[in-house]
Nanobody, 122 residues
Framework: QVQLAESGGGLAQAGDSLTLSCAAS????????MAWFRQAPGKAREFVAR???????SYADDVKGRFTISRDLAKNTVTLQMNSLKPEDTGVYYC????????????????WGQGTQVTVSS
């Protein structure tokens, strides 16, 4: 088990950048696949990006080239750097962990943070 806590959300204008951070506690962090998901009002939670224990990353098509996920094993953190923000990036962003390889489904993740709100205005 790993406990997760997100921070860094807030208000932004289209074209701005924001950095989200996820602090993890628990001995298993280094072996877990970590991901960011988001949920817009009235919509289902969706995959944004993931990073493997070895640092391999993958992204949803609509954030590819704009968002960067990274992890710092020494600090037990996962970061989501979001550039060129769009109004459609608005939502609650969640950090999540799993032992399942290359997972993008919500149901594949068994540890979740409480979420942090990101609001992008046009």
């Amino acid at each position: 088990q790993v406990q997760l806590a997100e921070s860094g959300g807030g208000l932004a204008q289209a074209g701005d950048s924001l950095t989200l951070s996820c602090a993890a506690s628990g001995r298993s962090f280094s072996s877990r696949f970590m991901a960011w998901f988001r949920q817009a009002p009235g919509k289902a939670r969706e995959f944004v990006a993931r990073v493997s224990p070895g640092g391999t990353t993958s992204y949803a098509d609509d954030v590819k080239g704009r968002f960067t996920i990274s992890r710092d094993l020494a600090k037990n953190t996962v970061t989501l750097q979001m550039n060129s923000l769009k109004p459609e990036d608005t939502g609650v962003y969640y950090c999540a962990a799993t032992n399942i390889y290359f997972a993008t489904a919500v149901g594949s993740y068994d540890n979740w943070g409480q979420g942090t709100q990101v609001t992008v205005s046009s």
